[in-house]
């Protein structure tokens, strides 16, 4: 599949062939979902906790005598059927996350590639300079490829890029190694970088 490459003024300037197994895959969303859900559990902090009846902060005596006040009979204050007892079955601290295998998140990456190409919402660059780091210098680039909510896929570490985009809401730059379906469902357009390219086939054509 040939996709035209653009330069900062989004004009074209060249051609890629993005591999089928890659950007024309079957869509499969039940496996995004698993990823993506795999991916904010993750964030999950878990340390929700309520106290039993074990924990709670009552004296073990019997509240009153067994027979003749024509009450329920009671053995504590811990109860949960009392007011300040302990809670039943209440949530403790835990670990939500857990990680879909491999096969799983390659293929669900693959899928939103798919998504994003067939949605005209991916963009292929020859290259990204910016003389410094400046937020406005950015912006204005990341306008005149006439996307607004992005993330910017680079080969490597660029430090003027990540320190130009920082206080930019809507756009994040991401390295191949870290491309992932939560980030690329969040943001409408995806920009890769022409040099990304052969990273991002690297890591998906195992």
């Not at 869509?27 to 902090?45: G, I, K, W």
């Not at 998140?105 to 949605?119: C, E, F, H, I, P």
């Not at 400046?134 to 992005?150: D, E, N, P, R």
Request: aromatic share 4%; glycine share 6%; proline share 5%.
């Amino acid at each position: 599949m040939l996709v035209d490459v653009v330069n900062l003024n989004n004009e074209k300037v060249g051609q890629v062939e993005l591999p089928d197994l890659i950007y024309n895959v079957e869509m499969r969303p039940h496996l995004v979902h698993e990823v993506v859900t795999a991916q904010l559990n993750s964030r999950r902090a878990g340390t929700a906790s309520t106290k039993t009846r074990a924990e709670v902060a009552f004296s073990n005596r019997k509240p009153y005598r067994q027979k003749g006040t024509g009450r329920a009979r009671a053995g504590t204050r811990r109860s949960p059927v009392w007011r300040h007892g302990g809670t039943t079955f209440g949530p403790k601290p835990r670990d939500f996350s857990f990680r879909p295998p491999a096969q799983v998140r390659r293929g669900a990456l693959k899928v939103v590639l798919t998504s994003k190409l067939q949605n005209q919402r991916l963009v292929v660059l020859d290259s990204f300079e910016l003389a410094e780091a400046k937020t406005k210098a950015f912006a204005s680039a990341i306008k005149s490829l006439g996307v607004s909510k992005a993330v910017v896929v680079t080969p490597g570490t660029n430090e003027t890029l990540e320190r130009s985009s920082r206080n930019l809401p809507n756009c994040k730059i991401l390295r191949v190694e870290g491309l992932n379906c939560y980030d690329l469902m969040s943001h409408t357009h995806l920009v890769i970088l022409k040099d990304s390219l052969a990273g991002i086939e690297a890591r998906l054509m195992k």
